[in-house]
């Protein structure tokens, strides 16, 4: 069964580094996701993309963070200068689609911890 | 304000036994719901769609009710693999929003 892969699946990171988080959705997907969960907390929603483009982003996805499909596969996350509380599980996941309800598939995520 | 209300339990159930939970959302304009579970610290993986009609899926059931803005999941004959959070997540304006409860905690006790 097709799935959405993440790497890596555990980053270490000092407070204003940069990182990227990498994600290879469903190969006949058309839209993508990112997602963070702080520990304890609920899924926040941050981007989504379609067609090159962010389609919709949260009050989260400040100026911090940017995304990019920068080949036919892999779909990422930067964060240019990470913050103590950017410490949390981010998930990437994509849909085949916007009909029927936007199913979103999700990949097992990265926990990012900052210093 | 964008609300996706759970209670958060834990719900202790015996297993066998029948459980229910509800969400309530506060878009009355959302169109898309769903069921996802959440193992701990995993990604949350769905259960099912909720569909205006109400749905089945073996075990489990998942109600709409547009009028009170709430919808429903039915766990039947549990077992012990139900043990898990219950997240409700609902579409905002658009889809390609999607708004999380804080999720429902399962205990299915032997």
Request: charged fraction near 20%; glycine fraction near 6%; aromatic fraction near 12%.
């Amino acid at each position: 069964e097709p799935e959405v892969t993440q790497t890596p699946s555990h980053q270490v990171t000092q407070m204003g580094q940069e990182v990227i988080l990498r994600c290879v959705p469903i190969s006949n997907h058309l839209y993508f996701y990112w997602y963070r969960q702080i520990l304890g907390q609920k899924v926040e929603f941050l981007v989504s993309f379609y067609n090159n483009e962010i389609s919709e982003k949260s009050e989260i996805f400040d100026d911090q963070f940017s995304v990019e499909r920068p080949d036919g596969s892999n779909f990422t996350l930067k964060i240019r200068s990470t913050k103590l509380e950017d410490s949390a599980m981010y998930f990437c996941a994509s849909s085949e689609n916007l009909a029927g309800g936007n199913t979103q598939y999700f990949g097992p995520g990265t926990r990012l911890t900052v210093l | 304000r964008k609300e996706v209300e759970q209670d958060p339990g834990p719900f202790n159930v015996p297993e066998g036994a029948t459980v229910a939970f509800n969400c309530t959302y506060s878009n009355s304009a959302s169109q898309s719901f769903f069921w996802y579970r959440q193992d701990c610290r995993k990604e949350p993986k769905l259960l099912m769609s909720v569909y205006s009609s109400g749905n089945e899926d073996g075990r489990f059931t998942a109600q709409l009710n547009r009028a009170s803005q709430y919808i429903s999941l039915l766990i039947r004959d549990s077992k012990l693999s139900d043990s898990a959070t219950y997240l409700c997540v609902v579409n905002w304006e658009s889809n390609y929003q999607l708004i999380w409860g804080a999720g429902t905690k399962l205990i299915i006790k032997p």
